[in-house]
């Protein structure tokens, strides 16, 4: 439901009337100019929670000296019903009445122009402080260390409570009645698999889907060790220096802000909360013709924000330009904690889905060819192709990390939180959607006793396999 005010006024001179009518839609924050005469009225329309502003002015001509001229003007905000297919689009939970511009970030903080030069001014102070850093780690920075329950968005702090199978709270947002919604409750209801206080998700004999490079910002002290000695020797710890990869992150991002922020921030933007437009004109899909395919989408929407929702209240991690203030982010950050990234698990967990269509992964999946040039023969990925953090040969994996690094290049994302979300990804994708060829997870697999390798552990969605089935068929 919208709620919208207008007051207008018009004038005519002989016979002359005017009337017209002004509507502004906006995403997230949205404004709209529109042609109105006597009377104007605003309607606000939004993706997520939304504010629409209209303003309208027009002028009419009447019969012989006739002439009318009127002003309207209306604000609205609308509360309406989510489109499930964008939850990132600006409807928190709740259908908090605070305005918001892209998901869970303050009106205020809404998208302004930097101008990025580097070059220092008169005094010779840099343009962006970047050197200036706060190590969360050292005595006094305890509040520099953990996003706290106060940091979260209003409408999302439900978060950091115990989750609830039966998703009371996030329900209130969405559709209960839509196919993407009952699969994300089946999924909901085996939490004690996938969820990060319940499964295994690391760690020496888990199931490593995050892997250790991408927590070394996190572990203490001592870390396992990743190679053995010149004896041959596995040595079970090594010192870790967690500021040493902090700060490493934080000239990538340096980096990125110098020299690719400009180039990429009009993508980044509208990435903000519509990524998954992105990946549907990347794969050429339309409502019309393939209407299960756009539910599959929704799919892995509804599913991946229970997901990194949960790990991100597991882990608490502060965004990088709260302890590099200079990376200064155009818009943001989201008032959610950093890791992992989930625009990143989004991108690659939808594109592993999609790729869960034949027609589909035949065009746009894992080239498996090993030829530099020629005919490739690409294929459906397997778990171990998202591992580790080399370039994955698939024109839609590669659509997903670009997805995801343009949220380190606008400094709202350590590198890390792209790189545990492509492997947590993986990981729920594997538990969901079993290999056919049985190349899954080598960490869920053990011998049943008669020396066939059988799988440990697996999600059961029955929504979800009728939805990828009926995807499967929209395409040739």
């Not at 005919?375 to 024109?395: H, M, N, Q, V, Y």
């Not at 690094?405 to 492997?423: F, L």
Request: glycine share 12%; proline share 8%.
């Amino acid at each position: 439901m919208a709620f919208g005010k207008g007051m207008g006024h018009g004038m005519g001179m002989g016979h002359g009337m005017g009337m017209g009518h002004g509507m502004g839609m906006g995403h997230g924050m949205g404004m709209g100019h529109g042609m109105g005469m006597g009377m104007g009225h605003g309607m606000g329309m939004g993706h997520g929670m939304g504010m629409g502003m209209g303003h309208g002015m027009g002028m009419g001509m009447g019969h012989g000296m006739g002439m009318g001229m009127g002003m309207g003007m209306g604000n609205g905000m609308d509360m309406g019903q989510p489109n499930f297919a964008n939850p990132d689009a600006g409807i928190p939970p709740h259908n908090s009445l605070m305005p918001r511009s892209y998901y869970a970030t303050p009106h205020e903080l809404r998208r302004r122009p930097w101008t990025l030069k580097f070059s220092p001014d008169n005094t010779g102070a840099v343009a962006f402080p970047s050197d200036y850093r706060i190590d969360p780690n050292k005595p006094g920075n305890e509040k520099f260390a953990q996003w706290t329950e106060q940091d979260w968005d209003p409408a999302l702090r439900f978060w950091t409570r115990e989750f609830d199978p039966t998703l009371i709270e996030w329900l209130k947002a969405t559709e209960p009645a839509e196919p993407s919604i009952v699969a994300a409750l089946e999924f909901a209801n085996q939490y004690m698999v996938w969820h990060p206080k319940t499964a295994n998700y690391s760690g020496k004999d888990g199931l490593e889907w995050i892997e250790q490079n991408d927590l070394l910002w996190f572990l203490d002290e001592k870390i396992p060790g990743q190679w053995p000695d010149p004896g041959g020797n596995w040595p079970t710890s090594v010192p870790n220096d967690r500021w040493n990869w902090i700060n490493a992150e934080l000239e990538q991002l340096e980096d990125y802000m110098s020299e690719e922020r400009l180039d990429y921030i009009d993508e980044a933007d509208v990435q903000a909360d519509h990524l998954h437009e992105y990946v549907i004109q990347f794969i050429g899909a339309n409502q019309r013709d393939h209407p299960w395919t756009m539910e599959l989408i929704n799919c892995g929407l509804a599913i991946g924000n229970l997901v990194y929702m949960s790990y991100k209240a597991e882990f608490n991690r502060v965004r990088p330009s709260l302890i590099c203030p200079g990376l200064i982010p155009p818009f943001g950050p989201p008032m959610h904690p950093a890791f992992p990234s989930g625009h990143s698990f989004l991108a690659h967990f939808l594109a592993l889905l999609l790729l869960e269509i034949p027609f589909i992964h035949q065009r746009l999946g894992v080239d498996s060819s090993n030829q530099p040039s020629g005919p490739s023969a690409f294929d459906r990925p397997a778990w171990e192709d998202l591992r580790g953090s080399a370039a994955i040969k698939s024109p839609l994996l590669l659509l997903a990390q670009r997805i995801a690094v343009n949220r380190e290049r606008i400094g709202v994302h350590y590198p890390s939180d792209s790189s545990a979300s492509r492997h947590l990804a993986a990981g729920i994708w594997d538990m969901i959607v079993p290999d056919p060829l049985g190349r899954g997870n080598i960490y869920n697999q053990m011998d049943d006793g008669n020396g066939n390798m059988i799988r440990k552990q697996s999600i059961s969605c029955p929504m979800f396999v009728l939805i990828l089935q009926r995807a499967k068929a929209e395409w040739p």
